[in-house]
């Protein structure tokens, strides 16, 4: 954990000037992609980002989750938004992954910088509506809002010629997999299980995954236990089943299992070994929608992105605590029921 002195001593700073106040929003806004509201993990989840975009010789996503970062929060800002909310970050994280995914995917040009910063800030208009539907059933938007502004962007690099498409690849039908076998040494699956952390942040880079595993070992034990656990998971079941070797080796089936795991085994609900068990059964079932997605995407051109994670969750989170299904009967007070006319209601 870090040192409470000096959080608490950050926190003073934070209250005290709004300049290092608005700097702390965006800070936790990056740690609340893996659901931490500290902005020490912040810190080194950025620093993640930077590093595997330096090395992989891709500044231009490091630049634009920064800026989407500190767009998205600043459109927090002017909008008035819950206070609370706004001081936890909970307005940054879906708009520092739209920077990221942006540069990602469409070519390096004015027009690509234009839609980032639109992305970005319209993230915060659907954190908001996301969340005011899903307030409903009582469950978090979680990225929701990155998923769907980002689709809507990357589609728009269809119709759009001044949008040059980088990284998305063509349209097609989906085919049976290759029947083909991942052949690696252990030093290499050591790799694969940090590049999922890092492919949260859609960085592909096995140190700046170990980055974020730190960042969230200085919020939460558990949450970087969870994360490794489920990027393990992503691996083992991908393996089982046959999965892309060249996407078991990149982190792409760890990425939304890391997401699930963290936040079904210690944040939405209480850690226990019932709460494991659940969490270990939800980041399975990822890998399986993140396979079934991955191929229901394919004929439209965009990632998923992740849409595995939040779906999974949400169905996971859904059930609460009372345990009991709808029964299979007539429904009471349905359309069809005979409503009592005036003579047949009783005598008050």
């Known amino acids: 954990m870090a040192n409470a002195t000096n959080i608490n001593a950050w926190d003073d700073m934070a209250n005290r000037s709004p300049v290092v106040g608005f700097i702390d929003q965006c800070l936790r ?9 500290n902005p020490l993990t912040g810190l080194f ?9 330096i090395v992989a010789g891709q500044i231009a996503v490091a630049v634009g989750a920064t800026i989407a970062l500190i767009i998205a929060t600043y459109t927090a800002v002017l909008l008035d938004v819950d206070e609370p909310s706004l001081k936890q970050g909970l307005f940054g994280f879906n708009g520092i992954l739209v920077g ?10 004015w027009t690509m910088w234009l839609l980032l910063i639109i992305g970005a800030a319209v993230s915060t ?3 908001l509506a996301i969340s005011n539907i899903m307030k409903t059933w009582g ?4 990225t929701f809002p990155f998923v769907l502004t980002t689709w809507f962007l990357m589609l728009s690099a269809y119709a759009f010629h001044r949008l040059p498409i980088a990284g998305l690849s063509p349209p097609a039908l989906p085919q049976a997999a290759n029947v083909t076998d991942l052949h690696a040494t252990v030093g290499n699956y050591l790799e694969y299980l940090f590049k999922g952390p890092a492919q949260v942040f859609l960085i592909n ?14 919020n939460s034990r558990a949450a970087a236990i969870f994360a490794l656990v489920g990027s393990a998971v992503g691996i083992i079941i991908a393996l089982i089943f046959g999965g892309s070797p060249s996407s078991i080796a990149n982190g792409l089936y760890g990425f939304s299992p890391v997401l699930t795991a963290v936040a079904l085994g210690c944040v939405f609900y209480a850690p226990s070994w019932r709460v494991t068990l659940y969490a270990l059964l939800g ?17 439209i051109g965009i990632p998923t992105f992740t849409a595995p994670f939040v779906f999974a969750t949400w169905l996971f989170l859904l059930p609460k605590a009372k345990l009991k299904p709808h029964p299979h009967e007539e429904i009471k007070n349905g359309i069809f029921t005979k409503h009592p006319v005036a003579q047949d209601l009783p005598p008050t």
């Not at 989840?45 to 975009?53: K, Q």
């Not at 880079?205 to 200085?218: D, K, P, Q």
């Not at 980041?283 to 004929?299: K, W």
Request: glycine share 10%; no cysteine; charged share 5%.
């Open 29 to 37: 806004g990056a740690g609340q992609v893996i659901f931490q509201n």
């Open 45 to 53: 989840f950025l620093a993640g980002i930077w590093w595997g975009s």
């Open 100 to 109: 990221a995914a942006v540069p990602s995917f469409i070519g390096t040009d």
């Open 125 to 127: 208009i659907v954190m």
């Open 139 to 142: 469950v978090p938007a979680l």
């Open 205 to 218: 880079n096995a140190i700046s995954g170990l980055l974020v595993v730190i960042g969230l070992f200085i």
């Open 283 to 299: 980041t399975i079932f990822t890998v399986i929608v993140q396979a079934a997605l991955d191929t229901a995407m394919t004929p």
